[in-house]
């Protein structure tokens, strides 16, 4: 089955500097990878998403890329501020078969401001 | 703004008794999935259904947890019997999958348990 790593687990940075969470996969045939955020007691929600014909994409201070070749995807914040601090899970689905997400481990990213 | 709800949203029990959750998947979603978060596991997949049918229960301990779908707006999940090692967030989350379209999936508030 699908297996994603996230790395790094926590990522500490001054506000209004640069983020980027990097996660890798297994399956080649996975095609769907979302970004979750995740604040403390709260539920993950869906910030981006990327598919695979698509090598970035971008909303506002956050990208997503994706290289298929290499089975890797990152999640890049600029300009980052206190209230992006979270935990931050990227996930990988494939488009048959099982349509379940493998979520990566997460990496609490904690902008000091 | 559409949402997936969840009950209860806080559940203490003592171990050995039966606990049900419930997720309400958002209107027009045909996937419904269970996770589990803890600290140690991270978000784990316990189970899934495609227009209500069972697709993958693969995740879950068979000997105490069932997931069922009674109708199309109502999901639960049973422990039976708890035990304190179950303690954990439980997330339910709906999607939508047509063809060979998958959509965006969306998470419900959780349910935090706590088994003593």
């Known amino acids: 089955g699908e297996n994603v790593e996230q790395h790094p687990s926590t990522l500490s940075v001054q506000e209004g500097d640069s983020a980027v969470i990097k996660c890798t996969y297994s399956?080649?045939?996975?095609?769907?990878f979302p970004w979750y955020k995740q604040e403390l007691g709260k539920r993950p929600q869906l910030i981006i998403d990327?598919?695979?014909?698509?090598g970035e994409k971008k909303d506002q201070r956050i990208a997503v890329t994706l290289n298929k070749t290499a089975k890797h995807f990152s999640l890049h914040i600029t300009e980052t501020q206190p209230e992006d601090s979270a935990v931050y899970f990227c996930?990988?689905?494939?488009?048959?078969?099982?349509?379940?997400?493998?979520f990566g481990s997460g990496t609490r990213l904690q902008v000091q401001p | 703004d559409a949402r997936v709800t969840q009950t209860p949203r806080h559940k203490v029990t003592e171990m050995g008794q039966e606990v049900t959750m419930r997720c309400q998947p958002i209107?027009?979603?045909?996937?419904v999935f269970w996770y589990r978060q803890t600290m140690m596991q991270g978000l784990e997949l316990l189970a899934y259904?495609?227009?209500?049918?069972?697709?993958?229960d693969s995740g879950m301990p068979k000997d105490r947890f069932s997931a069922e779908m009674p109708d199309a707006t109502l999901a639960t999940l049973k422990i039976q019997p708890s035990e304190p090692r179950d303690s954990a967030v439980y997330f339910c989350?709906?999607?939508?999958?047509?063809?060979?379209?998958?959509?965006?999936?969306?998470f419900g508030p959780g349910t935090r348990l706590t088994v003593t």
């Open positions: 399956d080649s045939a996975s095609n769907y």
């Open positions: 989350a709906s999607g939508l999958v047509l063809g060979r379209d998958s959509y965006e999936q969306y």
């Open positions: 990327i598919r695979s014909n698509v």
């Open positions: 259904f495609r227009n209500r049918a069972p697709l993958d």
């Open positions: 996930a990988a689905r494939g488009d048959t078969g099982r349509r379940a997400l493998t």
């Open positions: 209107l027009g979603h045909n996937t």
